[in-house]
């Protein structure tokens, strides 16, 4: 059974920064493209940024710069640092797996998400 447990959201003033980290179980985890994705209130879930197996990595135009993927293969742990956070980072982050569709169909397994407030 694959997990995902995200963890280090909060809430954090307008150009503070998190990290936030993402835990997998029960799949080959380098193996697997890694994404973050985020959703705001009345909003449509979107991409942040994602890493391939490799290493490649791709970010959204409005994190370019300020957000940071990496991964951990012998924690089997995704992370983003986030930087210079801005209000319109507000959202649930959500973590996801899958093996194809890197960068932006990485969406096979799903975590639970957890929030990011920032304010302003």
């Known amino acids: 059974q694959v997990q995902l447990v995200e963890s280090g959201g909060g809430l954090v003033q307008a150009g503070g920064s998190l990290r936030l980290s993402c835990a997998a179980s029960g799949l080959t985890f380098g193996s697997y493209a890694m994404g973050w994705y985020r959703q705001a209130p009345g909003k449509e879930r979107e991409l942040v940024a994602a890493i391939s197996s490799g290493g490649d990595t791709y970010y959204a135009d409005s994190v370019k710069g300020r957000f940071t993927i990496s991964r951990d293969n012998a924690k089997n742990t995704v992370y983003l640092q986030m930087d210079s956070l801005k209000p319109e980072d507000t959202a649930v982050y959500y973590c996801?797996?899958?093996?194809?569709?890197?960068?932006?169909?990485?969406?096979?397994?799903w975590g639970q998400g957890t929030q990011v407030t920032v304010s302003s």
């Open positions: 996801a797996a899958g093996r194809v569709g890197f960068p932006t169909s990485v969406r096979r397994y």
